[in-house]
């Protein structure tokens, strides 16, 4: 039986230099939940809210090059796609995250907002 593939999920994996304060972000500002932490130390975890996955990698490097930010202010890390983005981001501006762009609607008709997290990954949360 040849079945069609069917894509599920992806769950994008993003660098970060603090692996300890990445979780605590996403965990206690965010609202994921930990999924796991690998390694002794630990290098990799998992987090998830919902549907939404994301996997922290630990580097030693810097996670972007120098200037990188500078040339590509809006480059995205992640892009979450959310029903309610309103109450969500309401629910973020209390956790007193920063906002690398609040929440707008697009000239596309999305609705959508940008987080920073510790590492510098831009994540897009949009519905």
Request: aromatic fraction near 12%; charged fraction near 20%; charge should be negative.
């Amino acid at each position: 039986m040849n079945e069609e593939p069917h894509l599920i999920a992806a769950e994008p994996q993003l660098f970060v230099p603090d692996l300890g304060a990445a979780c605590a972000f996403y965990v206690d500002r965010l609202g994921f939940t930990l999924t796991f932490v690998h390694g002794d130390p630990p290098f990799y975890a998992q987090v998830r809210r919902g549907g939404a996955c994301l996997n922290l990698r630990h580097t030693d490097n810097a996670v972007f090059a120098d200037g990188f930010r500078e040339r590509e202010a809006d480059a995205l890390s992640a892009t979450v796609t959310v029903q309610g983005i309103e109450a969500l981001a309401h629910s973020f501006d209390s956790a007193g995250v920063a906002w690398h762009q609040r929440l707008k609607r697009e000239p596309w008709g999305a609705q959508m907002f940008i987080l920073r997290d510790p590492g510098g990954n831009l994540i897009a949360f949009a519905g």
